[in-house]
C-alpha cells in the first residue's frame, strides 16, 4: 500500500503551487502562519524559571489545528515545508510539537525557489528540524517580548496610553530623530561657484568651464569679493587649453537584489513602501497563475542578505543574455558577488526562478504590482550578469592668468548592461549631457563672459523608506525580515510621519525617543543593538547558548527598569502640540495637529469653546494660477477601489467665506520654479524620477496642454467615488454615457484575453523586532 504524505505549508498560494508539483500522493495543506505563540495577555515567559516560554494555541485557529491533527494521524509523513529562514524553522517545530509528531514521521523541507525542481529534489532529500535556528528566533522573540510588555506599560503612564516599546523600532525611531536634531543644529555655509562661457572660434558654440583654483591647487571661493578678484584678474587674459586627458570609462552593474536593496529599489522607482513591497515580493514567491505554465513561483526566497547565485541560474543567465543580446554584452568572466561582512548567507540572492518568463511575457497574468516588482527584480539580475557599459570621457583643464577652469564630457561608446537597466539615486537631479567642441592642447579660446553663483551648504537630508533602511542595514540593525516591519510600526504609531517621501519625528516620537535615551540609553544604542544581532546570529550557529543572552540581558535592563520608574514617580511626560500655520476659520487661531481613529487631522486649540476641524494638508511651493493663494497637497479616496490618491487644491477650495471660495484643483505637482514668459507656476507630472515642469497657464507662450503632458487623461468610469479635479464639473448624463460606453467595451472582451488577478496575501505575518 502506497505511504500517505501531508505537506504543511503556510499560506494557501504557496500550497496551491506546490501541489501541482507534486501530484495525487501527496496532500498538501496549509497552517495559515503560525498555531502557536507566546499568549497576548500576558508576558508569556516564566523569568525566575530560567526564561522558559508558554507557548499556547492561538485563539481563533482550534478547528484548522484539529484538522491537520486528523490529516497528520491518517499520514505516514509529515513534510514541514514553512519558510527557508529562522521563523521558518520556529514555525515547523511548533507544527511538530502541536501536532504531536516524532522525529521519524516530521520531515523537514525548504525550497530558496517554488519550482517543479527544486520541490521535487526538496522532498528527496529532507532534513531534521534545525534546533539552532529554532533558538536563535526564540530568543529574539521573548527579547522582545520582554522590552514590549516591560516597556510599554512605563510608557502609557508617564506619556499616553496605546504606545509601545520596541528593540529594534526604538533604534530606528532615535535614528530618524537624531537626523532632525542634525538639521536644527545645521548652520549653513556661504560659498561660491564660477563659471565661464567659452568658444574654440568666435563664431563658435559656447560650452561651459567650471573654476578650478589657482596655481595648480584647487579651492572653493568662499564670498563675492574673492569672485570678483577671479574674474578681474582673467576677464582680459587668454584662455588657453592647458592639458586633454580621454580615457575609456567603465562602469560596472550593481549585484542582484537583497531583501534591502530590493525595499530601497522598489521605493526609489516604483514609490512602494517596504511593506507593500515584501508582500507582493511573498506573492511571486508563493506562486502566480501563468498561461500555458500553470501555477509558477516567480522568484526565489526574499527574505535575504545573500548576493549569491546558483550555477545553475548563472548559466540560464549567459544563454539568454547571449541569445537576446549577443556576446559583447556578456562579460569575459561570470560575475559573481561577495555578500557584506556579517551576512548570513543563508539563501541565495533575489533573482527570477526562470530567466526565460520574461516580464513581457507574464505581463498579461500579473497584476500591475506584480508587473512592476518583477520586471523590476528580473532586470536587475540579468543586468547584474551583463557586461560593463564604457563611457568615452574627455576632460580639459583651461588655464587663464594663473587661475585654472576645467570642463568635462562623457559619451556612451558602449551601453552594456544599461541596455536593460539601471540602478536609480536618492536625489532626483536631472542628468544633463554635455558636448565639448573638439580642442587641441595650446588652442586659444574666446570668453564670452562669467556666471557668478551664490550657494549655501545644505542640511543633512532626512530619511526616505530607502535611506532608513540602508543605514539600519550599514548599522547592523535587524535583519532582513525585519526591515519593513519596523519601519511600518513607527508610522503606525504616528512616532513618525511622512512629508512627501521624507520622514519626520512628530512630538511624541520626540519625546518617547528623549525618555528612551535618558532611562534605556542601552535599548536606544545602535552599537549595542547591532552586537545583539551578532549574538543571535552566534546562536544560530551553534556557538551560544540561546538563553545566556536572556540572562546577560535582562540584569542590566530590570535594573535600568525599576530606576526608571522610581526617577518618574509621580510624574506625567506632556507631548507638546504640534503647531500648524494654518488659521482656525471661525477664531483665528493656529490650529494644532491631533491623531483620532481615522489618523492626524487640523483643530483648534480653543476647544471646547471653538471645535473646528479641518483636514491635515501639506502647503506645496507655488500660488494658485486662478486666484494667487497658496497650494496644498490633499487625498481622497475612491469609493470605487477604496484606495486614497492625492491632488492638489487651492487652500480656499470649500472656504465657508464665499468672497475667497476657489475651485482651482490638478493631478498635475505644483514647483517652486515659475514659468519664465508669463511669471505663473509651472506644475510637473507625478511620479517617482526627475520630471520636466511646464506650465498649464491658456494664454501663455510656453502652455502645455493635458494631452501632451505624458499621461492619458482618465474616462470619469475610471475615477468614481470621492469626486477629484478631473470629474469635478462633468454633468450626470455625460458621466452616465461615459460608463455605458465603458460597460459595452469591457464585456466585448474575450474571456481569454481578461487579465488574471491573483494577488493572494500571504497569512504569514513576520513580526517586528
Not at 497584476?367 to 536587475?380: C, F, K, N, V
Not at 549631457?433 to 562669467?450: H, I, M, R, Y
Request: aromatic share 8%; with cysteine; glycine share 6%.
Amino acid at each position: 500500500m502506497a505511504k500517505k504524505h501531508l505537506v504543511i505549508v503556510e499560506s494557501p498560494a504557496k500550497a496551491k503551487t506546490i501541489g501541482r508539483y507534486l501530484g495525487r500522493d501527496y496532500t498538501v495543506t496549509a497552517s495559515m502562519g503560525h498555531l502557536r505563540d507566546l499568549p497576548k495577555s500576558k508576558l508569556g515567559v516564566d523569568i525566575d524559571n530560567d526564561f522558559e516560554p508558554d507557548y499556547k494555541p492561538i485563539k481563533g485557529k482550534e478547528a484548522l489545528i484539529k484538522d491537520l491533527k486528523a490529516s497528520a494521524k491518517e499520514s505516514d509523513v509529515v513534510y514541514l515545508a514553512t519558510d527557508p529562514d529562522r521563523e521558518g524553522e520556529a514555525i515547523s517545530w511548533h507544527l511538530k510539537a502541536l501536532l504531536g509528531l516524532d522525529d521519524d514521521k516530521a520531515k523537514r523541507v525548504t525550497f530558496n525557489e517554488i519550482t517543479k525542481k527544486v520541490v521535487s529534489e526538496s522532498i528527496r532529500e529532507p532534513r531534521a528540524i534545525d534546533q539552532d535556528l529554532v533558538d536563535a528566533q526564540q530568543a529574539r522573540r521573548i527579547l522582545d517580548r520582554i522590552v514590549g510588555y516591560e516597556l510599554s506599560p512605563l510608557l502609557w503612564k508617564k506619556v499616553r496610553r496605546g504606545l509601545s516599546a520596541g528593540r529594534v523600532q526604538s533604534v530606528a525611531m532615535r535614528m530618524v530623530d537624531d537626523r532632525e536634531k542634525e538639521i536644527a543644529a545645521f548652520r549653513p555655509e556661504e560659498f561660491w561657484t564660477l563659471d565661464a562661457a567659452l568658444r574654440d572660434t568666435p563664431k563658435g558654440k559656447p560650452f561651459t568651464a567650471h573654476y578650478y583654483g589657482e596655481n595648480g591647487k584647487k579651492s572653493e571661493p568662499g564670498s563675492r569679493e574673492e569672485i570678483d578678484r577671479i574674474i578681474e584678474d582673467t576677464k582680459s587674459a587668454a584662455f588657453s587649453v592647458k592639458s586633454i586627458k580621454r580615457a575609456d570609462k567603465q562602469r560596472s552593474p550593481s549585484p542582484p537584489f537583497t531583501t534591502s536593496t530590493l525595499q530601497q529599489e522598489a521605493s526609489r522607482k516604483l514609490n512602494m513602501t517596504p511593506r507593500r513591497t515584501m508582500a507582493i515580493a511573498q506573492q511571486l514567491y508563493e506562486g502566480v497563475d501563468i498561461t500555458d505554465e500553470g501555477t509558477v513561483g516567480l522568484i526565489t526566497y526574499m527574505r535575504t542578505d545573500s548576493l549569491r547565485i546558483s550555477e545553475e541560474a548563472l548559466d540560464a543567465a549567459k544563454t539568454f543574455i547571449l541569445g537576446r543580446y549577443g556576446k559583447d554584452y556578456y562579460p569575459r568572466t561570470t560575475r559573481r558577488f561577495r555578500a557584506k561582512e556579517g551576512a548570513q548567507d543563508a539563501h541565495e540572492a533575489i533573482r527570477p526562478s526562470n530567466v526565460e518568463l520574461t516580464p513581457e511575457r507574464v505581463k498579461a497574468d500579473l497584476t500591475g504590482e506584480q508587473y512592476r516588482l518583477y520586471r523590476l527584480i528580473w532586470s536587475r539580475f540579468l543586468a547584474s550578469q551583463m557586461a560593463n557599459a564604457v563611457y568615452d570621457s574627455i576632460s580639459v583643464e583651461i588655464e587663464a592668468n594663473g587661475h585654472e577652469f576645467r570642463a568635462s564630457a562623457s559619451d556612451v561608446k558602449f551601453s552594456g548592461y544599461t541596455a536593460l537597466y539601471e540602478e536609480s539615486r536618492d536625489d532626483e537631479k536631472e542628468e544633463k549631457s554635455v558636448k565639448l567642441p573638439a580642442l587641441t592642447e595650446g588652442q586659444t579660446l574666446t570668453l564670452d563672459g562669467f556666471s557668478p553663483e551664490q550657494h549655501f551648504t545644505q542640511p543633512p537630508v532626512r530619511y526616505t523608506d530607502a535611506t532608513l533602511i540602508r543605514a539600519m542595514e550599514q548599522n547592523g540593525i535587524g535583519r532582513p525580515s525585519t526591515y519593513a516591519p519596523t519601519v511600518s510600526t513607527i508610522l503606525d504609531r504616528e512616532y513618525v510621519v511622512k512629508e512627501g517621501k521624507y520622514l519626520r519625528p512628530t512630538p511624541l516620537g520626540t519625546v518617547v525617543t528623549e525618555l528612551m535615551e535618558d532611562k534605556f540609553p542601552d535599548i536606544v544604542d545602535t552599537g549595542f543593538t547591532a552586537r545583539m544581532e551578532e549574538t543571535l546570529d552566534a546562536v544560530e550557529e551553534g556557538k551560544t547558548p540561546w538563553k545566556s543572552i536572556l540572562r546577560s540581558f535582562y540584569g542590566d535592563f530590570s535594573a535600568e527598569l525599576k530606576k526608571a520608574e522610581t526617577e518618574l514617580e509621580g510624574q506625567h511626560l506632556k507631548v507638546p502640540d504640534e503647531v500648524s500655520e494654518e488659521k482656525c476659520d471661525i477664531c483665528g487661531r493656529n490650529m494644532v495637529v491631533k491623531s483620532g481613529r481615522f489618523g492626524r487631522f487640523l483643530a483648534c486649540p480653543g476647544y471646547p469653546e471653538c471645535t473646528f476641524t479641518k483636514p491635515l494638508v501639506i502647503e506645496m511651493p507655488g500660488r494658485c494660477p486662478q486666484c494667487g493663494g497658496r497650494l496644498m497637497k490633499r487625498t481622497g479616496i475612491s469609493k470605487k477601489t477604496n484606495k486614497q490618491y492625492t491632488y492638489y487644491a487651492c487652500e480656499f477650495r470649500g472656504s465657508r467665506d464665499e468672497s475667497k471660495s476657489c475651485e482651482f484643483t490638478t493631478f498635475d505637482v505644483p514647483v517652486k520654479d515659475d514659468c519664465p514668459v508669463c511669471g505663473h507656476t509651472m506644475f510637473k507630472k507625478s511620479g517617482k524620477g526627475y520630471k520636466r515642469p511646464y506650465c498649464i497657464n491658456p494664454e501663455c507662450a510656453n502652455f502645455v496642454p493635458e494631452e501632451k503632458r505624458g499621461y492619458v487623461k482618465k474616462a470619469a468610469a475610471e475615477t468614481d467615488g470621492e469626486k477629484g479635479p478631473a470629474d469635478e464639473k462633468k454633468p450626470a448624463a455625460k458621466k452616465a454615457a461615459v460608463k455605458k460606453v465603458a460597460a459595452k467595451k469591457t464585456a466585448e472582451k474575450k474571456p481569454a484575453a481578461a487579465k488574471k488577478t491573483t494577488a493572494k496575501k500571504s497569512a504569514t505575518k513576520k513580526e517586528d523586532a
